[in-house]
């Protein structure tokens, strides 16, 4: 066979393989009929034959009795039969039954029947009570059994303690016992001597006892001898001993020679001995060098 002729029959036959891949397209009256049948508004039911408006019929009636096994709005009850009505009752007894458990605003018990009230009056028992035992601002007191409150006061005055030991301005000290009044004041006098400890502005140091006074002073004496020997603003050099204050003055002195080798503002020449000021100089020649190199081309 020639080389062209069976490079033809080779094209010819993908275009038609490419013809069976590639969907047919509906015609007008079909896709009318699709369109009915999902109940769109392009539907024109005027032009569907018997047949395809039976089936569309048939369509609608589901679709409705979809929407009233769900509660929806759209559902039309009375296009439901007898058999279909007693199911969409049962659903939607069902959902409100849901509902009714859960404790949901639009329950309407009204429609419970004898047998499942009492689970819902339970249901909603216990809601108020675990409510109740979270301290919820919902907790109605007056619902609970003599059990039932006996607990929630207990469960109180446990969140009163624990609020009490961390120190929360909602804790009502009237309420503690003789052992948890003294517990309180125990974990507060702890509080307090960890913020004293930690150099803290809200520290008490009167609440302290004479060893712990002591501990605070040496602390807050290490830090003020290194805040003044960084130079910084909230050192208190008449807190310094005569030893820190030397130490102090030292670093100081230190840093003013480095600042003046640098050329730095901060730099008092006046404090600078003769060797330092030989340093200096020296120091500032070689800055001068450098800034006087000639650059290198650039590329």
Request: hydrophobic share 35%; glycine share 4%.
């Amino acid at each position: 066979m020639p080389l062209v002729l069976m490079l033809a029959l080779l094209g010819s036959g993908g275009a038609a393989l490419r013809a069976q891949r590639q969907p047919t397209p509906l015609s007008a009256d079909q896709t009318n009929f699709n369109d009915c049948k999902n109940g769109l508004s392009s539907c024109d039911v005027s032009i569907l034959s018997p047949s395809q408006n039976k089936d569309v019929a048939e369509a609608s009636r589901k679709r409705n009795m979809d929407y009233c096994m769900n509660g929806s709005t759209l559902c039309d009850p009375t296009r439901l039969t007898t058999p279909e009505a007693t199911s969409v009752q049962a659903s939607r007894y069902r959902r409100n039954l849901e509902k009714c458990l859960e404790g949901s605003a639009t329950c309407d018990p009204l429609l419970l029947t004898s047998k499942d009230a009492p689970s819902v009056r339970a249901a909603a028992t216990q809601r108020n009570y675990d409510k109740c035992l979270s301290g919820s601002a919902a907790c109605d007191p007056l619902k609970l059994t003599a059990q039932q409150n006996k607990t929630v006061q207990a469960a109180a005055l446990r969140r009163n303690l624990d609020r009490c030991k961390e120190g929360s301005p909602a804790c009502d000290p009237l309420q503690l016992t003789a052992s948890e009044a003294a517990a309180t004041q125990a974990a507060a006098f702890e509080r307090n001597r960890e913020r004293c400890l930690n150099l803290s502005p809200a520290c008490d140091p009167v609440a302290l006892t004479e060893s712990d006074a002591k501990i605070m002073r040496t602390a807050f004496q290490r830090r003020n001898l290194a805040n003044c020997q960084e130079g910084l603003a909230s050192c208190q050099p008449l807190e310094l001993s005569e030893a820190d204050l030397n130490a102090a003055k030292e670093a100081f002195h230190q840093r003013n020679v480095e600042s003046c080798k640098r050329g730095l503002p901060a730099c008092d020449p006046s404090l600078l001995t003769g060797p330092e000021l030989a340093l200096v100089g020296t120091a500032f020649q070689q800055r001068r060098a450098r800034s006087n190199r000639p650059q290198p081309p650039k590329p």
